[in-house]
């Protein structure tokens, strides 16, 4: 399938350079009208913010403050990173001639040229093969893919190559990559292209697993991320690229992997929450303080390592934890919050822990069953008002 056309000018929407449809499977969007080319016409399929305030300590009180988009929060960390060392370089499908498929590498190809953003064929299981050799000879490959339900076709070298080979070469060999790209439900695209695959890495040893919410920490994390010697798993989300934040004006501006964050203090219930649930979780708190009840919200961030002494620490505050995440809930991240919270801190639970999460069905691709599947706004309420009953 050859590339669609560049995008026009203005670009999407939210007024950035678009958020396109995605499939490179021959699968157009459903419901798109096609152009004179015969190709859908790209829609973007951004969500609105969240209408509350974040709380944010890592920044300084006197910084500077820009807002960004996360495409755009990402595209700065990668150019930020590629100029501060040479060995770092972009691959996937369609970064370079194309910009990307939800323009993140937007004018890397310009600065950096085509030996350093490298567009690919349709094999991810070759490319993502190809950058982990490229790491085990030295080099610091990022490798996009055009969405992560893709990155099954690569899942033998993400888990068997990458994450396994520095523990099974006694510490010989190491795997210095960075496999990123858009996660979990976008809008009406369906059950195969709809999965949040946050647990389903943050099980496998050998590999960190990092999901930001906002662009200050999409540029943060992702810049320690290309910096650490071991092999990460970068879960954007899908419906979030468009969305504005705070991104803090300073020269090299680096966020800890493996540290949650409070973005909300509370003293009645533990909401904690990753990427795009982190908005959902704030919303229902501002919702929930009107009712009297306080919440605290922490964002996981990092699901490999998990900062659990962060959770602990609020329950043994709050005595009370609803976890969300977008994703299923057998075996889900949400169990292991929960496992974690009733090993270390199970005396000071006055209620059982709740978990919110998808339906535990493959994600329709009817409006109204997408709708009534997906965690939001409303399911945390609930949930929170019953560990309050």
């Known amino acids: 399938m050859p590339s669609p056309p560049a995008p026009p000018a203005g670009g999407g929407p939210d007024g950035g350079a678009g958020a396109w449809w995605p499939c490179h ?119 996009e893919f055009m969405t992560w339900n893709f990155g099954m076709q690569a899942i033998d070298q993400i888990i068997n190559s990458a994450a396994k080979t520095l523990y099974m070469s006694g510490g010989q060999m190491g795997c210095p990559i960075v496999f990123r790209g858009p996660n979990g439900a976008a809008s009406r695209v369906a059950a195969q292209h709809s999965q949040d695959y946050s647990a389903w890495y943050a099980q496998i040893p050998g590999l960190k697993v990092i999901a930001p919410y906002d662009a200050a920490d999409a540029k943060g994390l992702l810049k320690a991320a290309i910096r650490d010697p071991n092999p990460i798993v970068f879960l954007e989300h899908e419906m979030m690229y468009g969305l504005e934040f705070d991104v803090p004006d300073v020269d090299d501006w680096v966020v800890p992997i493996g540290k949650a964050k409070v973005r909300r203090e509370g003293t009645d219930v533990t909401i904690t929450a990753h990427s795009r649930m982190v908005g959902f979780a704030l919303q229902a708190a501002e919702k929930l ?101």
């Open 25 to 143: 499977r021959n699968c157009p969007a459903p419901d798109a009208p096609s152009d004179k080319s015969g190709e859908p016409e790209k829609k973007d399929v951004t969500e609105t913010g969240p209408k509350v305030e974040l709380k944010d300590p890592e920044i300084p009180a006197d910084a500077k403050l820009v807002k960004t988009t996360i495409r755009d929060a990402l595209r700065d960390a990668m150019a930020e990173e590629m100029r501060r060392d040479e060995a770092v370089f972009l691959m996937g499908e369609e970064v370079a001639q194309y910009q990307g498929a939800y323009k993140v590498s937007r004018e890397l190809l310009q600065e950096f040229g085509d030996r350093r953003v490298v567009d690919t064929p349709i094999t991810e299981h070759g490319f993502a093969g190809l950058g982990v050799g490229a790491a085990f000879a030295g080099l610091k490959p990022i490798v």
């Open 289 to 389: 303080a009107e009712e009297g009840i306080s919440c605290e919200v922490v964002d996981l961030r990092t699901l490999r390592p998990l900062d659990h002494e962060t959770v602990v620490e609020s329950v043994k505050k709050t005595s009370r934890l609803v976890s969300a995440e977008e994703g299923w809930g057998p075996m889900g991240v949400g169990a292991e919050v929960v496992a974690r919270v009733i090993e270390h801190a199970f005396d000071y639970l006055d209620a059982p822990p709740l978990r919110v999460c998808q339906e535990d069905v493959p994600l329709p691709y009817a409006a109204n069953l997408e709708a009534l599947s997906l965690p939001g706004v409303d399911k945390i309420i609930a949930a929170v008002k019953q560990v309050m009953a």
